[in-house]
């Protein structure tokens, strides 16, 4: 723990994460096991982005201050957790990881749903192998170990989807397999699985996957309509659209995303301003 | 000898890896803020890739095809680039001070760039033989360099440029990317072979 060793890494996962400068101070990391609502906060320090940081310092702000005393559920934990991928701690919006499939497989809606499921049901078993494995594996040969893992989920992965819905697994094609270098996988292995109980560790694969599907869902149905003027294939916008083909080719990819980006950090500046 | 002429072209600009394809997107994004960094990591990019492209080529060819065990692929092909990375940052350590100060540090993140394990299982894919294999994955190396090195000079120049605030950082360069990546759409024009 706080080793030379694992500042590296932790600045590797800062690197691809698009944030170089920024590495967390090294104590930050000596997370042990806590099971309650404390859990929930330490997963949000242990985020790889300042700026998730800051988004998410600011939903706790605005989530306690409107109703102090909330009563304790037992599910507010999870739920918190849960909300937490899926918006303030964002994988592709805010924490911008995983851009190589965000933006090659966003081509049409069920391209995009499908990469989506096919990347949580990943996260969901590594993130629960890694965690029961947190205490067998050793800190020095961990990220091979994690990669082996997730090579191995991946690869059957791949398999059922060749076998189950060929169509897709044609159209996603290599980047199945590049599942494996999705930085989304091996950054949550790093930060939540590796310190917390396989529960735990299966949810927030759960909610980080359902967080990058609704990010892959929203791209890919912005960049299908207005591309092809369909959404899931089926004709919305009528004969007299005229198609702008570009969109559904690479350009298109990084325009639509850079524009989502904006908007999102558009909506947490007027957040951040209103209060 | 032709034929390796048309893989090397295609794989530099018709089919670029970064802008066309989109492997390798997250160094691109994270490590073109100033060029002499985006040069470093194009090196040690192009670098890696063509050794791993003879690797798993041989790996694949005396290992996996011998005992069928083709759906080991990724696993095989990851195991490979993160040992032969490994290999390569100790080697450069022992034999290339020099070089290895220049590389160094990116090094390690070259395990999880995806066009590295893209390359090798393309070249599978495609049925190239041996000299193909390294021919495509150092000029998709090549590739890489031109796009990283292009992008981080325009993005020098948004640096000091005024962009409204919700722009700034991840949109405006996600933006330029679009810029350049549909100046490389041109290139589809040319039709080789």
Redesign the interface.
């Known amino acids: 723990m706080g080793t030379e060793k694992n500042r590296n890494e932790r600045d590797l996962l800062n690197f691809l994460a698009g944030h170089p400068e920024e590495g967390r101070p090294a104590g930050s990391e000596s997370a042990p096991e806590t099971n309650a609502s404390p859990a929930v906060e330490q997963s949000l320090d242990a985020s790889p982005s300042p700026s998730a940081e800051r988004a998410s310092a600011e939903s706790r702000a605005s989530a306690s201050a409107p109703e102090p005393a909330r009563a304790p559920s037992k599910f507010a934990p999870l739920l918190a957790q849960l909300k937490n991928g899926l918006l303030t701690e964002n994988p592709t919006f805010v924490q911008l990881l995983g851009m190589c499939p965000t933006l090659a497989v966003t081509t049409s809606v069920s391209n995009g749903i499908g990469m989506g499921l096919a990347a949580t049901a990943v996260l969901i078993m590594s993130n629960l192998v890694i965690s029961l494995l947190r205490k067998v594996i050793p800190s020095k040969v961990r990220i091979a170990s994690y990669v082996t893992i997730i090579a191995g989920f991946v690869t059957m992965i791949d398999l059922l989807l060749q076998a189950f819905v060929p169509a897709l697994s044609k159209s996603l094609g290599l980047f199945i397999p590049l599942i494996v270098v999705n930085c989304i996988i091996l950054a949550r292995a790093e930060a939540f699985a590796s310190k917390n109980g396989p529960g735990r560790s299966a949810l927030d694969g759960l909610s980080m996957g359902l967080g990058f599907t609704v990010a892959l869902t929203l791209i890919s149905a912005v960049r299908e309509l207005l591309g092809a003027g369909t959404l899931l294939g089926y004709p919305v916008l009528g004969d007299r659209f005229e198609p702008a083909t570009m969109m559904i080719l690479p350009p298109g990819g990084f325009l639509v995303l850079g524009c989502l980006i904006a908007l999102v950090q558009f909506i947490m500046q007027r957040k951040g301003a209103k209060k | 000898m032709p034929t390796i002429l048309i893989i090397a072209i295609n794989a530099i600009l018709i089919e670029n890896f970064v802008?066309?394809?989109?492997?390798?997107?997250?160094?691109f994004?994270?490590?073109s803020?100033k060029t002499d960094t985006a040069i470093g990591m194009g090196c040690a990019v192009i670098f890696t890739m063509t050794l791993s492209s003879a690797l798993t080529w041989a790996v694949n060819r005396f290992i996996l095809e011998q005992f069928h065990l083709q759906?080991?692929?990724?696993?095989a092909f990851?195991?490979v680039i993160?040992a032969l990375v490994q290999f390569i940052e100790m080697a450069l350590q022992k034999l290339m001070p020099a070089l290895y100060q220049a590389l160094g540090i990116y090094l390690?993140?070259i395990?999880?760039?995806?066009a590295v394990?893209?390359s090798a299982?393309?070249n599978i894919?495609n049925g190239y033989n041996f000299i193909e294999s390294v021919v495509f994955g150092f000029s998709a190396g090549v590739g890489f360099l031109l796009a990283i090195v292009l992008f981080s000079g325009v993005r020098e120049r948004i640096a000091a440029c005024d962009i409204p605030?919700?722009?700034?950082?991840?949109?405006?360069?996600?933006?330029s990317?679009?810029?350049l990546?549909?100046a490389f759409?041109g290139f589809q024009g040319l039709k080789l072979g």
């Open positions: 802008l066309v394809k989109f492997l390798g997107i997250c160094p994004l994270g490590v803020k759906y080991m692929q990724t696993v990851i195991l993160a390690p993140l395990t999880t760039n995806c394990l893209g299982l393309l894919q605030k919700p722009f700034q950082g991840f949109p405006i360069a996600l933006i990317a679009a810029l990546s549909l759409m």
